[in-house]
């Protein structure tokens, strides 16, 4: 499980072995390699990249003066290809492929009925839960509403936000960051009561931010997704949605209002309009019909799903806090920074988005910088209070 | 199983060591899977004597005698180019040779993909490698450089060569 750790053992004992050690040690060092094959498959891996490190470092070209005035600058250069001889990935490229030819939603505003998705995250339950019954009754007012009125009323302004031929990342002042995929778009409407953002055309990947005091309410058409600090992509098209949930947990709930749900049970003989449909965790998909079915549910392809998403991750001097979440909106598996210096620790720099291990190993490679993988995130925390970072 | 590790075989390792580690943990056309290796020279260990650990004196030479023979005999068993009675030089010079023309291949990829690893780290974690093991500085002269102390340079190097050792891992 912990092979990071393991291998700095390992590192540790090399150098230490190097470095004429005493009787004790050397002792130590023995019963530390008798303690499981995977030490001494350590060790000698660590031998191999001693001998391989020489190598590669002797076509460095910067001097000494040039390292030092490198390392001075600490924060400012993280200069990151993949692989080796590749070459540097245009902005035009971005652009996937079939963005421009995708027919994006029409008619989503002939909905008969609204479904509604709610996403809770673990650590607070029970405040998710208060939340989804306000959210409830809320959204029973706005269908009724709906089948006289268009909706979201157009008497409210709202900003509007349009990406053009590239993906476009708006990061809104409640530190939600939202992508919009080529040619789509979206109208934010925040107040001191609540968050609204609605999708009008195409697709985006929404990161949350974290304010219990205004929740956040994401409409798509008719179908309304509730706060909270997941990370999900929407891509709305003929009035049906497709929600991927990336990171964190989303129920689907479908509510319509009374009379439709009379009507319906008649018809279909479904006998609570109230059931929650699907739960998605994170790696899951569902799409959800205009009139509230969900027709598919299963294992995400989340690269496929984010697909849109730029290839690469540039930023500048910006907080390590901040780039992992960058990160989030491409792995079900979350980087999490659990230390507030390191959090705030500003860097600067370009990664390869689906490569978050580049990015995960360059922390790593801070001192004092502990990584555990966990099953479902990636945490960084510091062994103690790190004075040099 | 030669317990005895005279002081030239441990100053020749201390060198070949590398070169040895090379040949077991690369899994380029060898019959012998180097888990299978590892594992052997891991048994070898456990049963060199359990009395005391500390019975053996430089246990880093200790190691790479005991995998210089495993591969000894194994190149016996293989019966191709047997090696000439005790001659563990001859044994490295031979690993070191590459013996098929992919090799040469295979060894520049891996550098490429070092160096770029090493563009990756944090530029003090970078310097820091480049100037222990391009310029032979030692940690004191490094933390002089840096302005660091110089169980901070080793943390830098222990970060380094983990973060290598991952990134290689990745890539096989």
């Known amino acids: 499980m912990n092979d990071r750790r393991l291998t700095e053992e390992a590192a540790t004992w090399y150098l230490d072995m190097q470095d004429a050690p005493d009787a004790r040690m050397e002792a130590q060092f023995m019963v530390w390699l008798r303690r499981s094959p995977q030490h001494v498959a350590e060790y000698m891996a660590m031998a191999q ?10 076509a460095e070209q910067m001097s000494i003066d040039e390292l030092r005035s490198l390392a001075g600058s600490e924060s400012a250069v993280v200069a990151l290809h993949r692989g080796v001889g590749r070459e540097h990935p245009s902005p035009l490229k971005r652009l996937p492929q079939g963005a421009m030819d995708a027919p ?19 650590p607070r339950k029970p405040r998710a839960k208060a939340l989804t019954w306000a959210a409830a009754a809320a959204a029973v007012l706005v269908v009724c509403g709906a089948l006289t009125a268009t909706w979201p009323s157009p008497a409210e302004p709202g900003i509007r936000y349009a990406a053009g031929i590239d993906v476009r990342e708006v990061t809104l002042d409640d530190d939600t960051v939202v992508q919009l995929s ?9 107040d001191t009561a609540a968050r609204r953002i609605e999708l009008v055309e195409g697709s985006a990947s929404f990161d949350i931010g974290k304010d219990p005091a205004r929740p956040m309410k994401v409409t798509v058409g008719r179908q309304q997704i509730d706060d909270v600090g997941t990370v999900f992509d929407v891509q709305r098209s003929d ?9 964190g947990q989303v129920s689907v709930w479908n509510l319509p209002s009374p009379w439709l749900a009379r009507a319906r049970a008649r018809l279909t003989g479904t006998p609570s309009p109230r059931d929650r449909l699907v739960d998605l965790r994170g790696g899951e998909t569902a799409r959800v019909d205009a009139d509230g079915h969900v027709t598919g549910h299963g294992q995400a392809n989340v690269a496929v799903a984010t697909q849109w998403l730029p290839e690469d991750i540039r930023f500048h001097d910006t907080s390590v806090a901040e780039v992992a979440r960058r990160f989030n909106a491409y792995s079900t598996r979350p980087l999490v920074v659990d230390d507030p210096e390191l959090a705030g620790k500003r860097i600067s720099g370009v990664f390869h988005a689906r490569d978050p291990e580049a990015f995960i190993a360059y922390v790593d490679s801070l001192p004092h910088v502990r990584v555990e993988r966990m099953t479902d995130r990636v945490r960084f925390s510091t062994t103690h209070r790190a004075t040099q970072l | 199983m030669s317990a005895e590790t005279p002081q030239s075989w441990a100053r020749l390792l201390a060198d070949k060591g590398p070169t040895l580690a090379n040949y077991f943990l690369r899994r380029v056309s060898h019959r012998w899977d ?12 456990l049963r060199s004597g359990d009395a005391s650990a500390g019975a053996v004196r430089n246990p880093e030479a200790y190691l790479f005698t005991v995998a210089a023979n495993l591969v000894k005999e194994h190149a016996q068993m293989q019966q191709r180019a047997p090696i000439s009675s005790e001659g563990l030089e001859e044994v490295i010079e031979r690993l070191a040779t590459p013996c098929h ?3 040469d291949v295979d060894r520049a990829l891996r550098r490429q993909r070092l160096a770029t690893l090493i563009g990756r ?21 490094i933390g ?3 302005s660091i102390s110089s169980n901070m340079v080793k943390k830098y190097i222990v970060k380094g060569l983990a973060a290598c050792r991952q990134g290689m891992a990745r890539y096989e």
């Open chain 1, 239 to 247: 009035g049906a949605a497709q929600v991927t949930v990336v990171s």
């Open chain 2, 144 to 146: 002089e450089q840096l």
């Open chain 1, 182 to 190: 080529p040619q789509s778009a979206m109208v934010v409407r925040f």
């Open chain 2, 121 to 141: 780290l944090s530029p003090k974690c970078r310097a820091v490698l480049v100037m222990h093991y391009r310029d032979d500085l030692s940690y004191r002269e």
């Open chain 1, 49 to 58: 990249m001693h001998g391989d490190l020489r190598a590669a470092t002797a």
């Open chain 2, 34 to 45: 180097a888990q299978d290796l590892v594992q052997e020279v891991y048994l070898r260990l």
């Open chain 1, 104 to 122: 994006y939603g029409k008619g989503a505003m002939d909905a008969p009925c609204g479904s509604r998705f709610s996403g809770e995250t673990r």
């Open chain 2, 101 to 103: 023309a992919g090799a």
